[in-house]
């Protein structure tokens, strides 16, 4: 029988370079005398604050309340007190308002906190309003709230299929593989709550051809249950972006500026499918995760689980048992598409996946010089979106903000192929994102939250 | 007092991504240098020592026409990154094996000179830099661009000079010319003997020093292909679009069959089709737009060589292509994956 290749057009094959921290198992790291949680760590409005600094709070607790249609709960990932709230940069370069809790080294878990006999008896209505009482965000990055992808559709549309993503396409990074190999079972109930909340009747778990292990693990959890599958996809980057695992599963195409639901697919993160079974059936909400710490500078790569608002700087030192080198590159996320920072005093988010660190001598901490575009075209190929990367830096660089529009500058999912593959080592995506920017503020540009027009 | 040197930075903050291929500009250079060394072996043993002084001429003059203009133009000097080399060594393989070592170098001058500091450097020219030197060679100096010398093989010099009696055999001893001369003799019911096409095949006819060889041609444009630095479109579409038109037109006017082939393997169509349209930066950038360029390269080329006033139109056409890439890029875009609704 003919069968599709599970794949996209266009993208590029990257050295994985997991093999540092693939075969570790996670390993739970103590809780730091301090978490700072902001109140922002989800796409959507920031959440409103329901304690005072000075008042106790259980681990789990609720201490900030969503605000709006699209926005998180957040809860306290450690018991003792709150000490402060303050304004601090968060990985992204935005800034956001922060509770400071200290903790008492107890883990008093929020009495309130009830686990159930089973999750699965429960109404869809019910599983969605766990998911957003318990601050399920997407994990794999975008932290979009999960209770809205599974809110019925305003538009009446019918989801059909929930596709759980775990390609993990970038380099370096192996949390979610961790996950899967794991913590198979609590992924595959979240996908049976999923399924439940969105009444679709098909599951698939997309899982590349990287990670065999993981393949087997779950062709053989999966094998009696009609409606759950599991699809390996080729490797290539960037088979994890939502718009290409939809497409390379059903063959469908999202719209452009449409979102997955308009094709009825949802798609969520392993590790956000993980956290949802936590959510229902145990009734925990999302205090921890599990992040991938790599890179050449620390002595200890691994894949830890620890409380969200930890610190980097506890996360390297108890973790990763501290700096081998001077770091030259930190990265909040996968060298694709991660940002990088000027310290190790950020906290880590809902959506935060890896820290890498690496020294002077890594190729990751050099900024080779920019030459002239010679159109080779290697940018057009390999964009997963078929945007014209060369035609639109240009257009960004001589601030032609119609010409980029018109270049369909905003489709751009800023995966990186175009200057990864640059020879001229043009920062393509680099100038599209500015360019995004620049419009996006009417031509005053940056996303530093001091620029407001 | 001593000058206050800025601190080696501690940690390195840029936007993202952080890896990279590690392909460089000068790295492909490199490699389609490396693509050219088979041509090169054959032009060195078909026309022998003369080829290689026009050679080591036009690359030696490439590279330093490149670094004075860039010396006066105040700009930095990128003779490294093998661009220059590169241009030198295509006009090289599109001059007569024994032309004068000046206009060699006068050719290389107007390539990188005029063909592409002019327009900014590297990047930003309009017209094949190597096909623009041999153009204005050619325009300039037509009899000592026509001078055509015979590989040392003289069975087929002889049979070229059966096939051209009307003309001096020298000036015009190339296939192309003696086809030429074929196809009137042809309509007049005559038969005359051409080189053969093994002799054209390998290389052993008289003809720009580099463009005869036809299999080393192939193993460098091979290598391209497989490294991924051409686009097969190109190639494929430009040599099968000549081939089309030449077979339907002998066809229709009832020439031997392996008139196409014959046109095909001769003149600059090979080394024309993997190496000059097929130039990053003269070329258009989607995949459609290249196919539309090879296509019209294809045409113009077979217009030429039938119907027009010179037997070979591989480098007129890739000039004038070259003209229409900006317009092929502006009006061949990409549909964006999930629709194309305009941004507002």
Redesign the interface.
């Given at each position: 029988m003919f069968s599709r290749l599970h794949t996209f057009?266009?993208g590029?094959h990257?050295d994985a370079a997991k093999n540092l921290t693939a075969e570790l198992p996670i390993e739970a790291i103590p809780a730091p005398e301090k978490v700072v949680l902001p109140l922002s760590m989800h796409i959507g409005a920031p959440a409103k604050p329901l304690v005072q600094p000075g008042e106790k709070v259980y681990l789990g607790q609720k201490i900030a309340e969503a605000q709006g249609a699209v926005s998180s709960n957040i809860h306290a990932s450690v018991s003792g007190m709150v000490v402060g709230s303050e304004r601090r940069f968060l990985p992204n370069g935005t800034v956001a308002a922060c509770m400071v809790i200290k903790n008492d080294g107890q883990d008093t878990l929020d009495p309130t906190i009830t686990p159930r006999e089973s999750g699965l008896v429960l109404p869809p209505d019910e599983i969605r309003q766990l998911l957003a009482e318990k601050g399920i965000v997407g994990m794999g990055g975008a932290t979009f709230p999960t209770h809205v992808k599974y809110a019925p559709q305003s538009s009446g549309r019918i989801i059909d299929t929930v596709i759980l993503n775990g390609i993990e396409c970038e380099?370096f990074i192996t949390a979610d593989y961790r996950i899967l190999i794991e913590h198979a079972d609590e992924v595959i109930r979240g996908l049976k709550y999923f399924l439940k909340a969105s009444l679709a009747n098909k599951g698939i778990i997309a899982i590349e051809d990287n990670k065999p292990r993981a393949i087997e693990l779950f062709n053989q959890l999966t094998a009696d249950d009609p409606n759950i599958s599991v699809v390996v996809c080729p490797e290539k980057y960037p088979q994890g972006s939502e718009?290409?695992l939809i497409?390379a599963v059903t063959g469908r195409?999202?719209?452009?500026?449409?979102l997955p639901s308009a094709v009825g697919v949802i798609v969520d993160n392993v590790a956000t499918a993980m956290q949802a079974a936590l959510a229902v059936k145990d009734d925990l909400p999302c205090y921890e995760r599990i992040v991938t710490v790599s890179g050449n500078a620390v002595h200890k790569p691994g894949n830890y689980r620890v409380r969200i608002g930890t610190l980097y700087s506890h996360l390297v030192e108890q973790g990763a048992q501290g700096l081998k080198n001077?770091?030259?590159?930190?990265?909040s996320?996968g060298?694709?598409?991660?940002?990088?920072?000027?310290?190790l005093d950020f906290p880590v988010l809902k959506g935060t996946g890896g820290l890498l660190l690496f020294d002077h001598q890594s190729?990751?901490?050099k900024?080779?010089p920019e030459?002239?575009?010679?159109?080779?075209?290697?940018c057009?190929?390999t964009c997963?979106?078929?945007?014209?990367p060369?035609?639109l830096f240009k257009a960004v660089k001589r601030r032609d903000w119609p010409a980029a529009?018109?270049?369909?500058?905003?489709?751009c999912i800023e995966c990186?192929s175009c200057?990864?593959?640059?020879?001229?080592?043009i920062?393509l995506?680099?100038y599209i994102?500015?360019g995004k920017q620049f419009i996006l503020t009417d031509g005053f540009g940056g996303h530093n939250p001091y620029y407001k027009k | 007092m001593e000058p206050v040197k800025a601190p080696a930075p501690l940690v390195i903050i840029s936007s993202s991504p952080y890896i990279h291929c590690g392909s460089t500009i000068s790295a492909a250079m490199r490699d389609v240098l490396l693509s050219l060394l088979p041509a090169l072996a054959a032009a060195v043993y078909f026309f022998g020592w003369p080829a290689l002084s026009v050679i080591l001429t036009c690359c030696l003059s490439a590279v330093i026409c490149e670094a004075l203009c860039q010396k006066l133009m105040q700009r930095p000097i990128t003779v490294g990154d093998g661009s220059a080399l590169l241009t030198g060594l295509l006009l090289a393989f599109c001059l007569p094996p024994e032309l004068s070592l000046g206009l060699a170098a006068f050719g290389s001058f107007c390539a990188v000179v005029i063909g592409k500091q002019v327009f900014g450097g590297l990047g930003s020219n309009i017209f094949n830099p190597a096909h623009l030197g041999r153009a204005i060679l050619l325009a300039s100096f037509p009899a000592q661009m026509t001078t055509w010398t015979m590989p040392w093989n003289t069975a087929a010099a002889e049979a070229v000079t059966k096939a051209t009696p009307y003309t001096d055999a020298v000036s015009s001893a190339t296939p192309l010319a003696a086809l030429r001369l074929a196809e009137s003799a042809w309509q007049r019911g005559l038969n005359v003997d051409l080189p053969s096409l093994s002799a054209l095949f390998w290389g052993n006819v008289g003809g720009s020093l580099g463009e005869t060889c036809v299999p080393a041609l192939l193993l460098g444009g091979i290598y391209l292909l497989w490294r991924g630095h051409i686009d097969w479109r190109i190639p494929a579409g430009y040599i099968g679009t000549v081939v089309v038109i030449t077979a339907i037109y002998g066809w229709l006017r009832e020439y031997p069959t392996w008139f196409a082939i014959y046109h095909l393997l001769s003149g600059g169509l090979i080394i024309g089709a993997f190496f000059m349209a097929t130039d990053w930066v003269t070329s258009p950038i989607t995949k459609k737009g290249r196919l539309i360029y090879a296509l019209g390269l294809g045409i113009l080329t077979a217009l030429i060589r039938l119907r027009g006033g010179y037997v070979e139109g591989v480098c007129y056409s890739i000039l004038i292509m070259n003209m229409v890439t900006p317009l092929i890029d502006r009006y061949v875009t990409n549909v964006p994956f999930g629709g194309g609704a305009r941004h507002e």
């Open positions: 057009i266009g590029t990257i380099p718009r290409h497409y195409v999202v719209p452009e500026r449409a001077d770091p030259a590159r930190i990265i996320g060298p694709m598409m991660g940002f990088s920072l000027h310290s190729e990751l901490a900024l080779p030459n002239p575009c010679v159109r080779c075209g290697k057009v190929d997963p979106m078929f945007l014209e060369t035609q529009l018109a270049g369909h500058v905003g489709t990186g200057a990864y593959n640059c020879p001229a080592h920062p995506v680099q994102r500015m | -």
